[in-house]
């Protein structure tokens, strides 16, 4: 009976949808040459864009507020923003206006259509230019919608991003705000950050969840410096002020390490390490899927800054496996989603990319309400029941969960199996049946660190 | 020593076997798992509800019958997934008791998902207005769909796809401003924190607001 209860728990821990995670958007199916890698963008020359040739903004009256060539200046140092990283080697230049439509103006839906089209071909990606919102009007969606991304075209089986489209949604940049007539405004850097949050997902990067004690305390538009730096730009809801107002870089640590993962250029390796290992349930294990990792760098006590706070990255466990390996009982999700790996010794797997030195390495679960265009990781519905806890090099089931050793990491070292096991996680196995799986080590030895008195004390009779 | 530590493991482990509470809680968490979800890729401003409710054309509550990935009729280029609810409330707008609206999909991989709706799952949807088009969505995208969350007593709560964050900032003293009264549940509801709001108390604000809009 455990047992079938206990194959419930996990079938519904992974009934996901699409596969994503805390580090590329999203990975290779079964169908790929190589399952389980991140989609991206071919890195053998740039990614070339096209942009609407129509102002980026008009107010309501119809006058220009940014007028094209602000505009086109404004995507070009957004795109930078991504390819200014020192260790990635991505790229995008600018390859004229959008094709296919009279004068590269998108304007109407016949258009949207059309760009769309020709997106979905892969012949071009195109950046939209909604100056009024009349696009994302017609679209069915409202006028709270900032911009978007859309993935156009994938290659599977090579796991290339093949095309993309973005809009921006010039109606947020008219001068009006007047909520009760549907007109909001933000600040031109908060638009930035929201457009060059959607070109994170451009490139293939998901969310990251970072600092969610920032987030969990409330405190919008007047977050602290240290948390705030170290918050990823694709956190998955903006709620502070901006990056740039606070003085700090447009991308977090996290931002960098993972654009530079995706698409390390000839510096990476020396200018970052990695830090991998699996996340395993109480049992030792039974490898754990949709847990986040983070590794903070250990504070130095000579600086004012917090660097445990500032200089942290983090990735999902499991982000290499499927979301949704599938089920026949529906008769609508027989094979599950077409994304991600069904090797089962991916499903608690991590690594993170980080810079050099030392770090101290925690796992908490991904807030429950990141869940669909929120999502983090490769669950779309968080697991929950995990505690907070950091790595030490005697994990256990019943371990000190706040006893953290430090792992330091120097340029193209990888520091593997720091891996962790779950404190409090229900049982995988029928204690009834053939034990012997108990008696099966983890990938990282367990030492039990009470003295043998108090373990012989919590026999049984 | 390593019999010793087997042992441990399996009191420790027979101690959570007979622990059935703590195994239907983690059990509940992931039963609660809605079959809907929001579509990806865009970003949104945030907004209370009593813009999301001001903004919708149609508010409805109640199962999803079916969610089918098609292009839309006229721009074959555009995806869209149809949905067809089975309406158990109409709080807004008008509705048959089996209500269908077409979406248009952002992302290629919404198309794998059909947008995230699926069979059976309970939402109450605040639905913008169907553009010319015959498009919807719901309001602020994540922001207007709620799931439907119902514990064993079979009390509901609603969650939408922010946790609530933000959806009472400061409505109760907006809506003071404007004349607007709440029940007392209401009054209740909107003074704790948002996230799982009583669907019912929710529902109570929504209709409020509704009649105060007319």
């Known amino acids: 009976m455990t047992r079938r209860v206990s194959a419930l728990f996990l079938t519904l821990l992974l009934i996901g949808g699409t596969t994503f995670a805390g580090g590329p958007l999203t990975v290779t199916g079964p169908s790929a040459t190589q399952p389980g890698q991140a989609f991206v963008w071919s890195s053998s020359v740039p990614v070339t864009y096209t942009v ?75 950046v939209i230019f909604d100056a009024n919102g009349s696009l994302v009007s017609a679209l069915g969606l409202d006028p709270l919608v900032i911009g978007f991304t859309s993935t156009c075209k994938l290659d599977g089986q090579a796991g290339r991003i093949l ?41 293939g990067l998901d969310h990251s969840q970072i600092n969610l004690d920032l987030f969990n305390s409330g405190a919008v538009g007047s977050c602290d410096t240290d948390r705030l730096a170290g918050l990823p730009l694709m956190f998955p809801i903006e709620f502070c002020q901006s990056r740039k107002s606070a003085g700090l870089p447009i991308l977090a640590p996290d931002d960098m390490a993972w654009i530079s993962k995706l698409y390390p250029n000839a510096t990476y390796s020396a200018n970052y390490g990695t830090i991998s290992g699996y ?7 039974t490898q754990a899927q949709g847990v986040n990792v983070v590794a903070r760098r250990v504070d130095d006590p000579n600086t004012p800054a917090d660097e445990s706070k ?83 090099q005697y994990e256990s089931a019943f371990d000190d969960t706040t006893q953290a050793d430090p792992i330091t990491v120097t340029a193209g070292q990888t520091v593997s199996n720091t891996t962790f096991i779950l404190n409090g996680t229900p049982p995988r196995f029928d204690i009834f049946e053939d034990g012997s799986a108990f008696l099966k080590p983890p990938r ?5 660190r009470e003295p043998e008195s108090i373990a012989a004390a919590m026999e049984p009779a | 020593m390593r019999l010793l530590r087997r042992r441990r493991k399996q009191t420790t482990l027979a101690k959570f076997h007979f622990k059935p509470a703590l195994f239907l809680v983690l059990a509940l968490v992931l039963f609660s798992s809605p079959f809907a979800r929001a579509q990806r890729g865009a970003q949104t401003a945030s907004a209370d509800l009593s813009y999301l409710v001001q903004r919708a054309g149609t508010i409805v509550r109640g199962h999803v019958v079916s969610a089918t990935v098609e292009p839309h009729p006229q721009f074959s280029n555009l995806q869209t997934v149809v949905v067809t609810i089975s309406v158990a409330r109409v709080l807004k707008g008008t509705a048959p008791a089996t209500y269908t609206f077409r979406q248009y999909l952002l992302d290629a991989r919404d198309v794998v998902d059909t947008g995230g709706y699926r069979k059976a799952g309970e939402l109450l949807l605040l639905l913008n207005p169907v553009s010319q088009y015959g498009l ?16 064993r007593k079979g009390n509901a709560t609603a969650i939408n796809g922010r946790s609530n964050i933000g959806l009472f900032d400061q409505l109760p003293s907006k809506a003071a401003d404007r004349g607007v009264n709440f029940s007392r549940q209401a009054q209740a509801m909107l003074a704790r924190p948002a996230n799982q709001a009583p669907l019912e108390s929710l529902e109570d604000a929504i209709a409020t607001l509704v009649g105060a809009q007319r």
């Not at chain 1, 959008?98 to 590269?104: L, P």
């Not at chain 1, 990282?444 to 039990?448: D, W």
């Not at chain 2, 919807?136 to 514990?151: A, K, L, Y």
Request: aromatic share 8%; proline share 7%; net charge negative.
């Open chain 1, 52 to 126: 609407d040739t129509g102002p980026l903004s008009t107010n309501p009256s119809g006058q220009t507020v940014i007028a094209n060539t602000q505009g086109l200046a404004r995507v070009k140092s957004l795109f930078q923003n991504w390819q200014s990283v020192p260790t990635t080697s991505i790229s995008f230049v600018y390859g004229g206006p959008i094709a296919g439509v009279s004068g590269g103006d998108v304007k109407t839906m016949a258009d949207f259509n059309t760009v769309k089209g020709s997106c979905n071909s892969g012949a071009q990606n195109p």
């Open chain 1, 163 to 203: 095309s993309a489209l973005v809009l921006m949604n010039g109606k947020f940049q008219d001068g009006v705000s007047n909520p009760n007539s549907d007109n909001f405004e933000i600040s031109a850097d908060q638009f930035d950050e929201a457009i060059t949050h959607e070109l994170g997902h451009f490139s």
């Open chain 1, 279 to 285: 996340v395993l349930f109480s049992d030792g294990i």
């Open chain 1, 310 to 392: 500032r200089i942290a990255m983090s990735v999902v466990s499991g982000f290499r496996f499927t979301g949704n390996p599938g089920q026949a009982i529906s008769g609508d999700n027989t094979n599950g989603s077409s994304f991600g790996s069904r090797n089962p010794a991916l499903i608690g797997y991590y690594e993170i990319p980080v810079t050099p030195g030392t770090y101290a390495v925690q796992i908490e679960p991904i807030r429950s309400d990141f869940t669909g265009g929120s999502s983090v990781g490769p669950l779309d519905q968080p697991v929950q029941g995990v505690v907070n806890e950091s790595w030490h």
């Open chain 1, 444 to 448: 990282a030895p367990i030492v039990l």
């Open chain 2, 136 to 151: 919807t969505s719901p309001v602020g995208r994540d922001q207007g769909r709620f799931r439907i969350i119902r514990d």
